[in-house]
Nanobody, 122 residues
Framework: QVQLVESGGGLVQAGGSLRLSCAAS????????MGWIRQAPGKEREFVAA????????FYADSVKGRFTISRDNAKNTVSLQMSSLKPEDTAVYYC???????????????WGQGTQVTVSS
């Protein structure tokens, strides 16, 4: 059983930056694809980014490509999401997620964190 704990959410002005972190425990971290999925109020969950178990492969939603960067540290069992040029439409609860496989933007990971709120003011 993998446990995921996010941190780093908060309130930021449009155009600003924020860094989310996720600490994993309970599994072999380097075996899992890690990613971030968000959910805005009244909207469906949306894939944001994922990173392969080795860290070599990264995948992004078109809406965040060029603005967000996902990274991982397999020695520290952490994954991060650096968010820049934030827009009000990035406002959502951001969930850290993990799974042994990755299936594209319709990725449905097995393990989820509790979520962290990101609010971007205009």
């Amino acid at each position: 059983q993998v446990q995921l704990v996010e941190s780093g959410g908060g309130l930021v002005q449009a155009g600003g930056s924020l860094r989310l972190s996720c600490a994993a425990s309970g599994g072999t971290f380097s075996s899992y694809t890690m990613g971030w999925i968000r959910q805005a109020p009244g909207k469906e969950r949306e894939f944001v980014a994922a990173i392969s178990s080795s860290g070599i492969g990264t995948f992004y939603a078109d809406s965040v490509k060029g603005r967000f960067t996902i990274s991982r540290d397999n020695a520290k069992n952490t994954v991060s999401l650096q968010m820049s040029s934030l827009k009000p439409e990035d406002t959502a609860v951001y969930y850290c997620a993990a799974d042994r496989t990755y299936s594209g933007s319709n990725w449905s990971p097995r393990y989820w964190g509790q979520g962290t709120q990101v609010t971007v003011s205009s």
